[in-house]
């Protein structure tokens, strides 16, 4: 047995007092973590039901409702979800992302990013880059007159992927990091960390239990609702992807990082990188306003900049259709401008 994987054990045995999630957070303090984002995530939890609505707007007293901060001691877990300040403490909150010009990392690099984030914006952050990066095609589903636009690889599994590499990766390597890698041929999602001992990547592809590494932190997610903990998740996502006509997702350790990859074709003629899209790809079964609704419906809290990555079209052109839909009494904005949410009004 390796010096790593007896650490390893070791650390598992001690889980439930002495984790990494759990110690005191080094030099960070109330100011330092993001407001805004901890009251969205009150007003989600609320909305969920899977926090008290007596729950103060005061950010420590919603730590303390989490869990995140204990005896007034803010716990690794709350930086992580929450942190602004990373360096130098706090290095592995790292998101990469690269989008590479033929099958391996030798070849072209054609877009890179790097940037140090909270859990939440990570997410987000992620998204946005796969929307921009990945082609939009489109097909006319027989029997339909509209025509369908889709991405090579179902949203909801990435989304689902991501979440979980964000959620159970391991924290306490400085060294660690996630990775989103775009090639011609697949996508790579990899995460820092092996899998918590008795899981093995064959029973991702089937029934399991759910064992959690860093239980703080998905429960947060949780009462976001933004995820279940159940375990449910890599089969959700095979079955989406076999739902989608694609092959289903591949489960992986390599290097002391789990690795999931897509396999799906993108194709060098298809890299946006940050551009818009064609006006081609905007005509569809439903108008943009309606394709905001819907996205609004599922993320109340998402930004301008988000739909319009999402979306395809420039920011400035969201906001006119924003306009538009509050003064047609189809939408209005709760709470202010940063840190509020949109309500789609049936």
Not at 79 to 101: A, E, I, S
Not at 193 to 208: C, I, K
Not at 303 to 324: M, P, V
Request: charged letters at 30%; aromatic letters at 6%.
């Amino acid at each position: 047995m390796s010096q790593e994987r007896y650490e390893s054990l070791l650390l598992n045995r001690a889980h439930a007092r002495r984790r990494w999630e759990n110690q005191p957070a080094v030099d960070v303090e109330l100011l330092d973590l993001d407001k805004e984002e901890i009251l969205r995530t009150r007003e989600a939890a609320i909305r969920q039901r899977r926090i008290s609505t007596e729950t103060s707007t005061d950010i420590g007293d919603i730590l303390d409702r989490l869990g995140l901060r204990r005896e007034g001691i803010i716990t690794q877990a709350a930086q992580v979800l929450f942190g602004t300040k990373f360096l130098p403490d706090y290095p592995q909150c790292l998101l990469k992302m690269g989008r590479f010009r033929g099958t391996k990392v030798t070849g072209d690099i054609l877009d890179n990013r790097q940037e140090h984030l909270n859990a939440f914006t990570m997410i987000r952050q992620g998204m946005a880059f796969l929307d921009r990066t990945l082609p939009l095609a489109a097909k006319f589903p027989e029997g339909k007159i509209f025509r369908e636009d889709r991405l090579p690889v179902p949203p909801n599994a990435l989304r689902e992927i991501l979440l979980n590499a964000i959620m159970h990766r391991d924290y306490s390597d400085p060294g660690g990091h996630i990775a989103l890698a775009v090639f011609d041929d697949r996508i790579e999602i990899r995460s820092s960390g092996r899998l918590p001992a008795g899981l093995t990547v064959e029973m991702l592809s089937g029934p399991h239990l759910s064992k959690l590494r860093n239980p703080l932190i998905p429960d947060t997610f949780h009462r976001t609702g933004a995820v279940e903990i159940w375990g449910r998740g890599t089969n959700r996502v095979i079955d989406e992807c076999k739902r989608y006509g694609i092959a289903p997702s591949l489960f992986e350790e390599l290097q002391g990082y789990l690795v999931v990859t897509f396999r799906a074709s993108i194709g060098p003629e298809s890299v946006h990188l940050g551009t818009k899209r064609p006006k081609g790809s905007q005509k569809g079964s439903q108008k943009s306003s309606q394709k905001i609704l819907e996205q609004i419906t599922r993320q109340p809290e998402v930004t301008i900049d988000e739909l319009a990555a999402h979306i395809g079209i420039s920011s400035r052109a969201i906001k006119k259709h924003l306009r538009n839909l509050k003064e047609k009494g189809k939408l209005k904005r709760i709470g202010p401008d940063r840190g509020g949410r949109w309500e789609v009004i049936s």
